[in-house]
């Protein structure tokens, strides 16, 4: 859906991303909230809209949502939602919301403790509950049989796959929130041994505590706080079936759709931040997006090089917010994904003025 | 019926319904966080320890690293010792039924302490030394520690909040005149 009202991101903060954090959820999200809010100059209070995206199930304690909002300062009680999904859903509901005449900012964040439980074993609950579920299906072993599929299709090498990694982590060691860095060689990351066939460790992602703030702001408001504000020129979202037999796993129709309804190849993307979390999904959304040779991807290092869960697509849009706000750039794309092998996707395009 | 291969199918409402059973478990690990484990490391030395926010002067009991009300971080620098004796605020008296793991037998109470000066809430305490009839709102309290050796903050995390039983068993009365209702009133939880 094309931008009704213009609303911009004019401030953004996130943690630095842990394998296993000491510091609690809240704790961690504390500064990151703090840092997002300074950045924007808004005072905390006039804050309109707050909106949240977690899952209780990550670090297994109940109402942890409810809990974090103690690091929002939600004393005298503020107008706030949650949404069981990334940041980046937390995003999407709180840009419907500032299309209303009656507030002029939000805050929108995202924040995740993945360390304490095992994916493997947390993951197959989202799933069919009487044919996938008791399978064990988890990320890793649907996203080999995307990586396969991909293979086989003729669409993606392994040394390809390999390439993408060693790229994100060299990219990541400028971003001071990167859990995954460094120099790598391509032939001695394939010289490794599959985790599931075809996928090596450095086609999965790392597990990370992490979290990620941003303020949005509508038309004047964003203007009088922000020199230049990373204005949101499109937005949308699109699910596809639940079950990954039921489609095509080597393209994302979803991604395709919500790229075009956000408005994507209407002018020349120059950065996107895209939530590939397997090497092999790069391909797959830059196909999607029709994003050529000449778009930066994850200068950020991206999902590879760290992947708080609820919080990396948020993320995404984070940086390719701040390529515009810090960096100058006209037109950038942030990308966040939900569910196994991209079945569901929202595409935010941003956009700085002249 | 048939299906286009022209093999019979069951009609809706005569399928065999197969049930299956499906038996699942998660197990979390936690580490417990910078300020609890200072609060644990003071409970072995018999002491309880709070953070008191420099702006509203509210005091945590366990410390959580931050006061919500206004927003500021919290560390040791904001730490401070409790007394280890107050007033019973509110209590309630619990018929224990013998669910599994249910270990208790008989009415048992569970109060909540506003500790003396500086402060702080301690809730889900056991009272002691006294008949469960006799307890009371406004009755004066100290705490019983665990003898030095059988002190165990194993039990106590990021999520135990005020179940400290391994090392403080409870309070029991000091037989001080009760204080008014208006001395704690604000401060019932």
Redesign the interface.
Known sequence: MAALKDVAIIGYAQARNER?????E??FL??V??EALEMSKIP?REIGFTCAGSCD?L???TFAFVMN???????PPISESHVEMDGAWALYEAWVRLQHEDIDTALVFGSGKS????PA??YP?QMD??TL??LGFDPVSSAAIQARALLDAGKVTERQMAEIAARSRRDAMKNPYAQVTGEFDVDELLAQPYVTAPLRKHDLPPISDGACAVVLATGDKAREVCERPAWIRGIDHRIEAHQPGMRDLTTSRSTRLAGEAAGVGSAPIEVAELSATFTHQEPILREALGLGDQVAINPSGGALSANPVMAVGLARIAEAAKQIVEGGRRRTLGHATSGMCLQQNLVCVLEGEQ | MTDTAGNATTTSGDEPVTM?E?F?Q?????????PVMRFRDALMDARLIAQQCPKCKLVYVPP???C????V?LDERNEIQLADRGVVTNYTVVTPVQYYGQKETEPFVRASILLDPPGGMLILQDVLDIPVAEVRAGMRVEAVWAPKGERDVDEIG??SGSALEGSLRGFRPTGEPDMPAEAFSDKVW
């Open positions: 296993q954090a000491q510091a609690t809240v704790q504390f500064p909230i703090n905390r199930y670090s297994g304690q909002l103690e690091a929002v300062g939600a004393w360390s304490p439980g095992n074993e947390i609950l509950p009487y579920t008791p | 299956m499906y699942m998660l197990e979390y690990s936690d580490v417990v966080s910078a959580k690293g931050y919500p009300i206004d927003t971080e990021n999520r």
